[in-house]
């Protein structure tokens, strides 16, 4: 039991369910229960789907298509930052781009719940703690998220209209400053990956 809790909390860290409860209200905000359920449904399976894929076979498809972590790094945070800013813009039309685009799947599943910081980490827990420990501690720490999710509908009307539509813009310059974030630290391990081939 001790080695599953040592695995845990790394990925919860990683994970960051809690901290992504505010950018889960900024995109979900004046949904209808209908969709804003299939969101949380959708995002949970596909962050489940991609962690698990990639925790048991993520280091042979990387080699493969000779992509990087720090590929994922800066695409995750592309992605995070462009509907982060559009939504600061516009929010009617990235509410419209997000049912279009399938937002439980993108960016809420892949890259918020399960992003490059989770699949960096479960690649170094598996080789220590293996790989039936570690996904147990993955499926967990994404159902945590899903339920803080589902239950964020009632900080949302404890909040107000006016309350969540500040948090709403407050959330999404959070996004983009993540999505900054993951795009330096990406760079940054490129660069330095380059200078030690040198």
């Keep these: 039991m001790m080695r599953f ?102 960016p809420l599943g892949v890259p918020l719940i399960t992003g490059p910081a989770v699949l960096a980490t479960s690649l170094l827990l598996v080789d220590t703690y293996g790989a039936f420990t570690t996904a147990a501690a993955l499926v967990l720490n994404i159902l945590i998220a899903g339920l803080l999710f589902f239950f964020s509908a009632q900080l949302n009307r404890i909040l107000g209209s006016a309350g969540a539509t500040i948090l709403s813009k407050i959330a999404n310059l959070l996004m983009a400053s993540i999505g900054i974030m993951m795009i330096r630290r990406g760079i940054m391990i490129l660069i330095k990956e380059i200078t030690q081939s040198v």
Excluded: Y
Aim: proline fraction near 2%; charged fraction near 15%; glycine fraction near 10%.
């Design 5 to 106: 809790w040592m695995c845990f909390v790394p990925l919860f860290v990683a994970v960051d369910a809690i901290g992504s409860v505010p950018l889960f209200l900024a995109c979900t905000h004046g949904m209808h229960w209908k969709e804003f359920f299939k969101i949380i449904i959708e995002s949970v399976i596909t962050a489940t789907v991609v962690a698990l894929t990639f925790l048991f076979g993520g280091r042979e498809l990387m080699r493969l298509l000779g992509i990087d972590m720090s590929d994922f790094m800066v695409a995750g945070g592309i992605i995070i930052f462009i509907i982060a800013i559009t939504n600061v813009l516009s929010s009617e039309k990235l509410h419209k781009m997000m049912l279009e685009g399938g937002l439980g799947a993108v």
